[in-house]
């Protein structure tokens, strides 16, 4: 079993700056890829952005792309999601996900992973 807690979100006007961390315990996330998702209400969960098990490969959705960047610490078990440059549409409650079932690929749906943090809420003023 893995545990995620995602944390960072908050509110901020329109082109600023938020950082979102995810602490995973339970197990390591070393050979595991991880993602980023959203929510906004009223809309399906959507793809944000996907890091391979040693960081090496990322993949983001085109909505997001040259704004977010997704980072990881393995040795502090933690996933990171910087994104820069929000617009009010970024506004969503936003996931992180690991999956014990891909390591260097870089899954872009839901189903490519087991394990949801709980989301954290970022909303982004005009």
């Known amino acids: 079993q893995v545990q995620l807690v995602e944390s960072g979100g908050g509110l901020v006007q329109a082109g600023g700056s938020l950082k979102l961390s995810c602490a995973a315990s339970?197990?390591?996330?070393?050979?595991?890829?991880m993602g980023w998702f959203r929510q906004a209400p009223g809309k399906e969960r959507e793809f944000v952005g996907t890091?391979?098990?040693?960081?090496?490969?990322?993949n983001y959705a085109d909505s997001v792309k040259g704004r977010f960047t997704i980072s990881r610490d393995n040795a502090k078990n933690t996933l990171y999601l910087q994104m820069n440059s929000l617009t009010p549409e970024d506004t969503a409650v936003y996931y992180c996900?690991?999956?014990?079932?891909?390591?260097?690929?870089?899954?872009?749906?839901?189903?490519?992973?087991?394990?949801w943090g709980q989301g954290t809420q970022v909303t982004v003023s005009s």
């Open positions: 339970g197990r390591t996330i070393s050979s595991s890829a």
């Open positions: 996900a690991t999956s014990t079932k891909y390591g260097f690929s870089l899954p872009i749906t839901t189903i490519g992973y087991d394990y």
């Open positions: 890091i391979s098990a040693n960081g090496a490969n990322t």
